[in-house]
């Protein structure tokens, strides 16, 4: 099956600092989306992304679906960007596919 | 706009006792539903997924089965749970082609 590997699997970053994190994917997908897990369990919604560039705000994420990878940017990191930040992708008929994640701590 | 509930938000249970973990959505027509699991400290996985009264289906062999008697209701159940079924329930939505999905708050599962 298809294999979704997220790098790096643990980030500690001090607060203001840049971050790059990355989601490789092993075969062609519909559709990508990036998501944050706060300490509480919620997955909230970053990006849907299946292909080209979105910013909202301190965030941004770039998909280049033809060499199957996205990378999700944080500039000025805050503390409470701290969580885990997952990418998933969707094969066909409704299957999504969870990276590990990334383990993000900001320092203050 | 659209919402997602889960409840109960944690249960205790124990061993061979049968569970009902319920997700409702408000605000949308005709949804996707879909049930994950995500272990502890781990990604999520995909259990069930339906899109339509009456239709689901499973992505792995479990302990576990899901309804949808309604078109906006979708239940978790186990007649049995096993030790293996703790972990961390979440409900997600999503509508037309795009897929694009969102999760409920979660049920906290803790089976002694």
């Known amino acids: 099956g298809i294999q979704v590997e997220q790098s790096p699997p643990d980030l500690i970053l001090q607060e203001g600092a840049n971050s790059t994190l990355r989601c490789n994917f092993s075969d062609s997908v519909n559709n990508l989306q990036w998501f944050h897990q706060n300490p509480w369990g919620q997955l909230i919604n970053l990006f849907y992304i299946p292909s080209g560039t979105k910013q909202n705000g301190r965030l941004s994420a770039t998909t280049v679906a033809t060499e199957r990878y996205s990378l999700l940017y944080i500039s000025s990191s805050q503390t409470t960007d701290s969580g885990v930040y997952f990418c998933a992708v969707e094969l066909n008929n409704n299957d999504m596919r969870f990276g590990a994640g990334t383990r993000l701590t900001v320092k203050p | 706009s659209q919402t997602i509930h889960q409840w109960p938000a944690t249960l205790v249970q124990p061993v061979g006792s049968p569970l009902s973990l319920e997700c409702t959505v408000e605000?949308?027509?005709?949804?996707?539903l879909y049930w994950y699991r995500q272990a502890a400290g781990r990604g999520l996985q995909l259990l069930f997924y339906?899109?339509?009264?009456?239709?689901i289906s499973s992505e792995v062999p479990q302990n576990l089965s899901a309804s949808r008697p309604q078109d906006r209701q979708f239940i978790l159940s186990s007649k049995k749970l096993l030790l293996s079924d703790s972990g961390f329930y979440l409900c997600?939505?999503?509508?037309?082609?795009?897929?694009?999905?969102?999760f409920g708050p979660g049920t906290r599962l803790t089976v002694l």
């Open positions: 339906s899109v339509g009264i009456g239709q």
């Open positions: 605000g949308t027509s005709n949804p996707n």
């Open positions: 997600a939505w999503s509508v037309g082609l795009e897929n694009e999905q969102f």
